[in-house]
Nanobody
Framework: QVQLVESGGGLVQAGGSLRLSCAAA?????????MGWFRQAPGKEREFVAT?????????YYADSVKGRFTISRDNAKNTVYLQMNSLKPEDTAIYYC???????????????WGQGTQVTVSS
């Protein structure tokens, strides 16, 4: 069992930046090759944001809505994955979840471990 803990959420004005972090609890190593970030806004389904795979040379995918603004990275030595979010927009407001898995990297069904989520609010 891998427990994931997100941090770094908060309130920011449109155009601002935030950096989210996701660490394996108690220093445990990630046991899944794929780490992803998803988000869920009120009344909407959880949606894919970004993913990075450590077993395929760091293959990265982004949702079209965040491409060019968000950057995902991974530090395996620290068992931590990051999401740098720049040029934030009000529509980025959501709870952001970190996940670990070995399946389809852009779908929620591809992940079997999830963090508790961190709130990101972007004011206009």
């Amino acid at each position: 069992q891998v427990q994931l803990v997100e941090s770094g959420g908060g309130l920011v004005q449109a155009g601002g930046s935030l950096r989210l972090s996701c660490a394996a609890a108690s220093g445990r190593t990630f046991s899944r090759p794929t780490m992803g970030w998803f988000r869920q806004a009120p009344g909407k389904e959880r949606e894919f944001v970004a993913t990075i795979n450590s077993w395929s040379g760091g293959t990265i995918y982004y949702a079209d809505s965040v491409k060019g603004r968000f950057t995902i990275s991974r530090d395996n030595a620290k068992n931590t994955v990051y999401l740098q979010m720049n040029s934030l927009k009000p529509e980025d407001t959501a709870i952001y979840y970190c996940a670990a898995g070995a399946g389809v990297p852009t779908a929620t069904r591809g992940y079997d471990y999830w963090g508790q989520g961190t709130q990101v609010t972007v004011s206009s």
